[in-house]
């Protein structure tokens, strides 16, 4: 079961984030205090820690999603993918990583079996070194130096300054004349906007640098970014309309001041802007980072089209009907022999089922490829069932049989288990099989131990495996 216990990040957690991304050499911006500060609302991301690493769960569309972990000193990464995977099983969801860095793709792909793998170009966040960035060297960047020298031409008292605490009026007023001459009308624009101006009230912690351009007593641009191992992500950049050449500018003298001792320098992604994707491509970056996003699929959704006939010497398992809903009803609320199938309510479905609550619930965890459920029929009647479930993404899943009391002590929940193990095995082409039984099940012990192979135990179940 999984321990991960998920908290809303708040502004009050920039310190706790900070601990894990302050060396974090992923180089992208999600990997950041300031990404997760500045996208709460939008985001809704969600902290936990397991392994001595941090895991960020975020909310893109109505699926849940999960950042790569960041590990702190001791901090056991696969350790932290496995909580990852359990909570998702736990929750049946599927895991779905994103935004993951291309140096962790690799280990990803050798870790679930089948994936959806996918990397949209709007994602990619434009990186450059920062001793392009703070020196503008070469004939490539004649551009930025000519726009630069008109800047300092008409503008010869302007200095970039480093910005505390104490400047928050300093900044207020920057946005109070920003407003005036803001023109972007698009929602993504305002809400960026605001979320801009939120984090700058952050100005004056510690792990972030913030500084602007000065220009006769005022703020003409500001920029605030954050360190995050050896990149430098610039999380705002905002300047004045009608001062040209600033932004130039201040990204060479920002460069100067926060980058000195970072290698690389993150201007985050475009957004699908045109003109920002215009922008950001003329400081030749030295890569466009790609992200990706992986979705862990199990070898039911890869192989299962629909639930198949297995036959035995003297059973036939096959998908549920509606002909069974009064066996299989009788099946799920058998108290007594249910107490070993470890529930905490009927069948888990709640209380007062109905009749067909059973029959949809199967249903329902088969369309999401969660669970396959077989009947177990002797002469074509529905005497129990047996169930493939939790599925691990890694080549593993669990199986549960279970039989009608009256046709008990028969040998046909052994019969069926052993049928299903190997369908499972080289059929669905599992690499794993697993079972377990409360230690004061001896029926069951014994029909697990003639079936697979004892895998441990504690102080509540025995563990079983069958592996090809």
Known sequence: MSTLEFKPVTMRDGAKLRRYYRDC?????????GTKLMWNRTLHPAWAEAAGCLIVRNVFGEEMVFD???????GDVDAALDAIDDWCIQEGIPPVLSVVPESQASHLLSRYMYAQVSSVRTWRDYVYAAEDMRTFAGRRYSGQ???????RAACPDASFRVLGAEDKPLIQAFWDEYDQVFTKTSAMAQRELSFAKKLLNQVGRPWFRVGGMMHQGRLISLTLTEKCGDTLIIHIEKALYGYPGVYPATVQAAAQAFASDVLWINREDDAADKGLRTSKLQYLPARIAPKFRFRAQNELGAHV???PTLTTEHLTLDALTDADADAYYALCTDRERNRWWGYDDIAGAGPNPCQETFLRITREDFAKRLAINFAVRLDGKCIGEAVLYRFDYKGGAEL???IAPEYAGHGYGTEAFAAVADWALYK???????A????ENEASRKMLSSCMRPNGEDDTFYYFQKLV
């Not at 377990?436 to 230690?439: A, P």
């Open 436 to 439: 377990k039984c409360y230690k």
């Open 68 to 74: 790569y972990p960041v590990p702190g000193p001791e």
């Open 25 to 33: 050499n992923y180089g992208l911006c999600e990997y950041s205090t």
């Open 145 to 151: 130096r000519n726009h630069i020298n008109k800047f």
């Open 305 to 307: 089209p629909q639930i």
């Open 400 to 402: 549960g049989c279970r």
């Open 428 to 434: 669905v082409h599992l690499t794993r099989v697993v």
